[in-house]
């Protein structure tokens, strides 16, 4: 545990409220071709800017359409981006953000 986090109740997603929202975020997974492994992911904000999450740099891209991030950035990086459905599950079930 760092020294800023002492103190601190440890906290979980679920425990967090909801709140009502009109609409909301989509989430992405990025692909790496070469190993088929996650090597990011993607927050497709509802009007169309996105925020990519690459693994391996750690670092935040924003972007302005999906376009720019399904044809330039997944050539520049070598990936695949697509929807995530978790491997045990059915398919067409999907993983909601």
Do not use: K, Y
């Not at 906290?11 to 989509?26: G, K, Q, Y």
């Not at 690459?54 to 981006?81: D, K, Q, Y």
């Amino acid at each position: 545990m760092n020294s800023g986090e002492q103190g601190w109740l440890s906290a979980t997603v679920e425990d967090l409220p909801e709140i009502d929202v009109d609409s909301r975020p989509e989430l992405l997974v990025l692909v790496a071709e070469d190993s088929g492994a996650p090597a990011g992911w993607v927050i497709v904000l509802p009007g169309g800017d996105f925020w990519m999450i690459r693994n391996s740099t750690r670092s935040m891209i924003h972007g302005s359409s999906l376009s720019t991030l399904t044809s330039f950035w997944a050539t520049v990086l070598g990936c695949e981006v697509g929807r995530p459905r978790l491997s045990d599950s059915p398919a067409g079930e999907e993983v909601r953000g």
